[in-house]
């Protein structure tokens, strides 16, 4: 089925996929690592001629609080994220150079139903960027694809992205990733719609 997958991506004409490598299920427990299926989806792509862009999140039991989401990590592990981007870079050197550090921070589920935290994900963010480069320098460290929302500060769901941005810009992240994924989901919006004058001035 993965393999067939990946054909049909393949002759619908698109050259990249975004895969998603959940860290709870190739590291089990700490420094174990389990590629098997990983080597399997990343050899099929290769195989099928397709670039890999590797999604890295998803947080075993060993590095979380008891009766915590698989979203939540806390600055303890963050080392033990960072540890995993090395072996992940490391294993995959020549075969994946694209991975992106998490995913949608600036919502509260994604960041373990916790208030989002712009800082921390940029310390989390440039602890992995040094990790990955330390394995492969070629590797080109993606920061996570925000969640397009107007949350305003302070919000229990989450945080405006573009004020995110910015937030983890004043935290110092410039020089901690080498591209920024994107999400523009228009959801009920079609994407010929003017764009919100709130937004536009925040972008300038």
């Known amino acids: 089925k993965i393999q067939r997958t990946l054909q049909m991506v393949r002759q619908m004409g698109s050259p990249w996929i975004v895969e998603y490598f959940p ?16 080597d399997l989806v990343v050899d099929h792509a290769v195989n099928q001629g397709l670039t890999v862009i590797a999604r890295i999140d998803f947080v075993p039991e060993w590095a979380r609080p008891a009766e915590t989401t698989f979203r939540y990590l806390d600055r303890e ?35 373990g139903y916790r208030p989002v935290d712009p800082a921390g994900y940029a310390e989390l963010l440039c602890m992995a960027y040094a990790r990955a480069k330390e394995a492969n320098p070629d590797l080109q460290v993606l920061a996570a694809g925000l969640a397009p929302t107007l949350e305003p500060e302070g919000s229990e769901w989450g945080m405006d992205d573009l004020l995110y941005l910015q937030r983890m810009y004043d935290a110092g992240v410039r020089g901690c990733f080498d591209g920024l994924a994107i999400h523009a989901y228009g959801l009920t919006s079609p994407p010929d719609d003017p764009a919100d004058p709130q937004q536009l001035n925040l972008a300038r």
């Open 23 to 38: 860290w709870a299920y190739y590291e089990p427990s700490k420094g174990r690592y389990d590629w098997a299926h990983a």
């Open 77 to 111: 592990h963050y080392a033990d994220y960072a540890d995993f981007v090395y072996a992940f870079a490391e294993h995959f050197r020549g075969r994946v150079q694209y991975v992106v550090i998490w995913n949608e921070p600036n919502l509260s589920f994604e960041w």
